[in-house]
């Protein structure tokens, strides 16, 4: 058979970068799902095992300090040696360490996988952002980043219910109607183990489309015309083929203002936000009277509805910046705004009288929070230019902080004076947040571009 010719020079760019976010789109969701399925299962899981509360809380921040520690290490892999391999470990290592959370025979067992889960997970989003630097024009960069959180907030929104339904599957199918004992005693696995197991299986099988039909760069595809290429490329500098960090470079990452401040920004975030993924069942049961059980759709829609904010503001940002070419006004904007709205919306919570109106204001909050979240994250991308993904992996670790001291700090804190106190806690973190923009810019890299430059061109010469 004759070769294919290639296509004229003047051909319609091709499509496969919307291929690439297809990958990232589910990858989001994954990774968002199998961190939130446990507090649908936090009842079974402490009626098993005989955990407390308090002890559940720092089973939740295990996972997130081993995920915040390791975030560099995973992102630097990731621009040191491509994000393909480096994304395919991470998500393998996750969907081992899912499955293993339903084999936990007790606290210290369930603390340990959920820390290797962390280790496991770190590095996601910032390779996430490694590919979105190699596929991506960089005027679509905020609308794809409120993409990757709109199917991120979903896949949290959708895990209570998935995980509800799997459940109530394996219940039916083992005649278990509630936990048993753990396997420590040698009792058959019930239903929420099941579920854990499943879960892992899924990451899976992303892993087998995603090895066979991801190429890491534009000119490394096939199907990928010169077209497309030329659309990507166009606006960025020369890109360096063997991606090395000065120690000059790695000094300036620990002291640019930009990262800094987006670093403070996501620990006051994520320390709200985990509030959904952590305490919300446990506060419509204990405040409001709705059991784990019928509580899937109420704790998922504040996620569900901040999936579309995230998406929708990473739109306005785009399309703005680029009629404008006010590229701070117009990512500050979304953010700002979203926090202080999200600060009111929390300390209003304290005034509801029903589930109902408690669930329209904690839809409320996380939309608003989560309005920012495509124009923060085309920001780091932005500021990372080259090292993306280091850059991301720098934000991921100090951002997770607030995701990891919520949940045993916020279990004290309603235990000792009660859930008024700890929503007034979101509110005034939410307030920290807003302030953090008026200390980035979104225009400069955190690395020195000339002596970058040079650098590349010694590197690409040898």
Known sequence: MAPTPPPPADAAPTRVRFKVMFFLC???????????????????????????SIQM???????????????????????????????????????????????????????????LFGVGEAGAYPNMARVQSNWLPILARARAGGMLWLMARWGAAFAPLIFGSLTRFYDGLLGTEAPGPNLAHGAEPVAWRFSFWTAGVIGVVWCLFFYYSFREKPQDDPGCN????????????????????????????????????????????????????????????????????????MSGLPLFFGGISCLVGGLLSDYLVRRTGRKWLFRALFPICGYATAALAMFAIRFTDSPGEATVLLCIANSAGDFGQGANWATIVDI??????????????????????QPPIGAWVFST?????????????????????????????FYDDAAREGRAGELNAQ
Not at 264 to 279: K, P, T
Not at 384 to 405: C, E, Q
Not at 430 to 445: E, K, T
């Open 26 to 52: 589910v990858l989001s969701f994954l990774t968002y799902f199998d961190r939130q399925c446990i507090t649908r299962a936090q009842g079974d899981i402490q009626h098993a095992l005989n955990i407390s």
């Open 384 to 405: 990372g230019g080259r090292y993306a993904g280091v850059a991301a992996g720098f934000i991921n670790m100090v951002g997770n902080a607030g995701n990891y001291l």
């Open 417 to 445: 004076f009660g859930w008024n106190v700890l929503f007034g806690v979101y509110a005034t973190m939410y307030i920290v947040a807003a302030g953090m923009w008026f200390f980035v810019d979104p225009n400069r890299h």
């Open 57 to 115: 809380g720092w089973v939740f921040a295990a996972f997130w300090f081993a995920y915040a520690f390791f975030e560099i290490p995973g992102g630097w892999l990731g621009d040191r040696y491509g994000a393909k391999g480096t994304l395919l470990r991470i998500v393998i290592a996750w969907s081992i360490l899912t499955a293993l959370t339903g084999a936990a025979t007790g606290i210290f067992t369930l603390l340990l996988w959920r820390f």
């Open 226 to 297: 010169q077209a497309e290429r030329d659309l990507i490329a166009a606006g960025r500098p020369p890109q360096v083929e063997k991606h090395t960090m000065a120690k000059s470079e790695w000094k300036a990452l620990f002291q640019t203002r930009s990262l800094w401040a987006i670093g403070i920004l996501y620990i006051c975030n994520s320390f709200g936000w985990s509030f959904y993924v952590s305490w919300a069942p446990k506060y419509l049961k204990e405040v409001h009277g709705v059991e784990f059980a019928k509580s899937e759709i």
